[in-house]
């Protein structure tokens, strides 16, 4: 490690922090980019110092406090519906809304959609990318963080097993190393085996061809795993790369490209006909209960003047 700076560090640390528009990291996470981008070993000794170094830098200023956080520890707050608000403000807020229902009606994206997707990613530390890419699709992300639990298995289950979907499929991001490797393979042994979920389960990274495309430097899988021997007889090499190594806007890409291929745009059409017609007769009741001068058309058969 003596070969580069601490004020180099601090730099290199900022420009990853940078990548990830205002997300919050772990140390860990700019660890493995840092190893990724070859600026410093994999090392014990390598990360040992790059914590010493962001201690110093947020103490220092250089670094903001904001940037990491502390996944395994955190303060609790209370929500803030017990901060309550005057019965006034809280009436016009409710009233307001109500009168803007129809722009508020919402649909599930994945209307009429014959496929159910989950995403699952072995990493902790990579929720909140993956969050950014999957709420905007209306995806269930699934945090497995190692081997998932049995209690989380079955969860998943029960979400799999309540779709009328006839293809459920989940889209697996995991290291490429003897537990990322085998865990994909509990993950769909489990739902099939223990929770009869019938679904098709598919890694999308990270890939040997992913980690040769990006030139990302591998690190010598451990021996002490206990699954390393049949990880190097599947793979036929003795080296592992972390899922975290992918720069983060190509692996939103990659989470994205994927969620789209099973994504029927015909339908997506369909869907956005059907929001706009039951918006129209929302906005047709609303203007009934507001304007009571307001007259609905003849034909229509949900006219509420009818009660």
């Known amino acids: 490690?003596?070969?580069?700076?601490?004020?180099?560090?601090?730099?290199?640390?900022?420009?990853?922090?940078?990548?990830?528009?205002?997300?919050?990291?772990?140390?860990?996470?700019?660890?493995?980019?840092?190893?990724?981008?070859?600026?410093?070993?994999?090392?014990?000794?390598s990360y040992?110092?790059?914590?010493?170094?962001?201690?110093?830098?947020?103490?220092?200023?250089?670094?903001?406090?904001?940037?990491?956080?502390?996944?395994?520890?955190?303060?609790?707050?209370?929500?803030?519906?017990?901060?309550?608000?005057?019965?006034?403000?809280?009436?016009?807020?409710?009233?307001d809304y109500l009168k803007t229902l129809d722009a508020n009606y919402r649909m599930p994206q994945w209307w009429g959609q014959k496929v159910k997707l989950q995403v699952w990613v072995e990493k902790q530390a990579l929720?909140?990318?993956?969050?950014?890419?999957?709420?905007?699709?209306?995806?269930?992300?699934?945090?497995?963080?190692?081997?998932?639990?049995?209690?989380?298995?079955?969860?998943?289950?029960?979400?799999?097993?309540?779709?009328?979907?006839?293809?459920?499929?989940?889209?697996?991001?995991?290291?490429?190393?003897?537990?990322?490797?085998?865990?994909?393979?509990?993950?769909?042994?489990?739902?099939?085996?223990?929770?009869?979920?019938?679904?098709e389960i598919n890694r999308v990274a990270i890939t040997r061809e992913q980690i040769a495309k990006y030139h990302i430097p591998p690190a010598p899988a451990k021996k002490t795993d206990s699954r390393y021997r049949g990880f190097v007889e599947a793979e036929g090499v003795a080296w592992q790369v972390e899922l975290d190594a992918i720069e983060p806007k190509i692996l939103q890409n990659m989470i994205d490209k994927a969620i789209r291929e099973h994504f029927d745009q015909d339908q997506k059409k369909q869907r956005d006909q059907e929001l706009e017609r039951r918006k129209n007769k929302i906005r047709s009741y609303l203007e009934d209960c507001f304007n009571p001068d307001f007259e609905p058309p003849e034909d229509d058969e949900d006219s509420l003047t009818s009660r």
């Not at 070969?3 to 997300?23: F, T």
């Not at 996470?29 to 190893?35: A, K, N």
Request: negative net charge; proline residues 2%; glycine residues 8%.
């Open 1 to 45: 490690m003596s070969g580069i700076s601490k004020i180099a560090l601090i730099d290199a640390a900022n420009g990853v922090i940078d990548q990830y528009s205002g997300m919050k990291l772990t140390i860990r996470q700019i660890y493995y980019r840092l190893v990724a981008a070859q600026i410093i070993p994999n090392l014990v000794s």
């Open 48 to 95: 040992k110092k790059l914590v010493n170094t962001l201690t110093f830098a947020r103490r220092e200023g250089t670094v903001d406090y904001d940037a990491i956080e502390d996944r395994t520890r955190a303060v609790h707050q209370p929500t803030s519906e017990l901060q309550t608000e005057g019965a006034a403000e809280y009436f016009n807020e409710y009233y």
């Open 127 to 199: 929720a909140s990318l993956f969050q950014s890419v999957t709420d905007g699709w209306g995806i269930d992300l699934v945090v497995c963080r190692g081997y998932p639990s049995l209690t989380l298995l079955y969860e998943a289950s029960n979400i799999l097993n309540d779709e009328d979907a006839k293809d459920l499929q989940i889209l697996y991001f995991g290291d490429f190393d003897p537990s990322g490797a085998d865990i994909e393979r509990a993950v769909g042994e489990s739902l099939g085996k223990d929770f009869d979920v019938d679904m």
